[in-house]
């Protein structure tokens, strides 16, 4: 008589649980905008949901520590100036992806087919990629140190890009056959994990080898529904969570070097459809509880959270299922990574637990136009009218503007101090 062999995996228990009602965030109008996107961002400390407005562009941003008792502190006023603006791309930008080791390094892709990287800090394009792509791209991601990237395109191809060499250094043609949207993950070991669809449109997740692009790793077919799969992978349990756009459900699979490489952990299935999903890095969760993932789960008019747990008896600290995991400090600046250089995340522990810093400003260091000198060559003559101002008349203007610019920055630097230090103060009180 034949025995079934289990294979043998610490996650193959793990299950999932929605928050209770109290721990969700209600009446919030998610956008409604037809984007294979998960309109959700999320910290240790915030959560960002993309919500309806006219011409697009909205986002709410919310504090994870208090979800119904909002302090007198906490400011109420709209942000209606950016700290900074960048200003490239000629149609709508649908995706944006910080690059995992650089400062301030910042990718953007639009509907005019182009891959811009900035330098946030300075506001100036690093560099743009714009005849690799010839038709709208899907999505797009940054491998561990952030020297690759891979895209899938409408034009079914799945690339590896050399961002820096400007190079497509792999290519794989119809990596799912199907005309439906396509999205791609760099792997723990490198490979490349996609979801997409077959040409007779039943959805589909791929493993693949980037040196070896000609077979897939792993290629399985799952259901027939519409809905575009996004992927979310935790590099330090190698999972992969799979989340429909308009599914009630979230599939997980552990990705291994064991045949068949892919293998199917559980799906965690609630009753109302997601129009979105936020994933939480992994320095957010709750390490006491054995929590290896949250989502923020996005429904018509509401956010939740769902709560991925490995059940386990022991209330200590479990290593193997929280490694050193990428802490919030970059392993480069941005003119480093620019001239060639890489480094693998910074890394910290959650033995005790990770308490977010409580500020980090973003630090915007803008050229000065007049810097620029115009070219030397001959002058047209001029009228009184336009005559040129005096060196002393713009050196006194030029001080007078610095003099302004120093003072609006000390008052804001003021009013945030004593925002947080009134924050502070009702923390305390509560």
């Not at 939480?280 to 769902?306: N, Q």
């Not at 709560?307 to 480093?336: C, H, N, W």
């Not at 995340?345 to 990770?354: A, C, E, Q």
């Not at 030029?398 to 920055?409: D, N, P």
């Amino acid at each position: 008589m034949s025995r079934r062999v289990v294979r043998r995996s610490k996650f193959r228990h793990v299950f999932g649980q929605a928050a209770k009602a109290d721990q969700s965030y209600e009446d919030i109008r998610v956008s409604k905008v037809t984007w294979d996107s998960s309109f959700c961002a999320v910290n240790p400390k915030f959560l960002a949901i993309i919500v309806e407005a006219g011409g697009g562009g909205a986002f709410i941003v919310l504090p994870l520590a208090k979800v119904w008792q909002i302090p007198d502190c906490t400011p109420m006023r709209n942000i209606t100036e950016p700290i900074l603006t960048l200003e490239g791309h000629s149609k709508r930008v649908g995706i944006l992806c910080w690059h995992p080791t650089a400062r301030n390094v910042l990718l953007s892709a639009g509907g005019d087919n182009v891959i811009l990287i900035w330098n946030v800090g300075t506001g100036e394009v690093l560099l743009s990629l714009d005849d690799m792509h010839p038709d709208v791209i899907h999505s797009v991601c940054w491998n561990s140190n952030g020297s690759l990237l891979a895209t899938t395109c409408k034009d079914k191809n799945l690339r590896i890009i050399d961002p820096r060499k400007g190079q497509v250094v792999a290519e794989r043609f119809a990596a799912h056959e199907g005309m439906r949207p396509m999205r791609a993950v760099f792997t723990r070991q490198g490979h490349i994990f996609t979801t997409g669809f077959t040409r007779m449109s039943q959805r589909e997740l791929g493993l693949w080898d980037p040196n070896n692009f000609e077979e897939p790793v792993a290629l399985q077919e799952m259901d027939t529904s519409n809905g575009v799969l996004l992927p979310f992978y935790d590099p330090d349990s190698s999972i992969v969570y799979l989340c429909g756009k308009g599914d009630s459900s979230i599939r997980y699979f552990e990705i291994t070097d064991e045949p068949p490489f892919v293998h199917y952990l559980n799906t965690f299935s609630s009753k109302e459809p997601q129009r979105g999903m936020g994933f939480m890095p992994k320095r957010g969760l709750d390490v006491s509880k054995c929590e290896i993932a949250r989502f923020y789960k996005l429904h018509e008019r509401k956010c939740e959270p769902i709560i991925m747990t490995v059940p386990r008896k022991s209330d200590l600290f479990q290593d193997d299922l929280y490694p050193d995991t990428p802490g919030p400090e970059p392993a480069l600046e941005a003119d480093e990574w620019l001239s060639g250089q890489d480094a693998e995340p910074v890394l910290i522990s959650l033995r005790d637990g990770y308490v977010p810093p409580k500020h980090r400003e973003l630090r915007v260091t803008k050229r000065n136009i007049l810097d620029v000198r115009p070219p030397a060559g001959p002058r047209r003559s001029q009228s009184a009218s336009d005559a040129p101002l005096s060196q002393h008349t713009l050196e006194t203007l030029l001080e007078e503007i610095k003099a302004l610019r120093e003072q609006v920055q000390a008052q804001e630097q003021r009013i945030t101090a004593l925002e947080n230090m009134l924050c502070e103060l009702v923390d305390g009180t509560d």
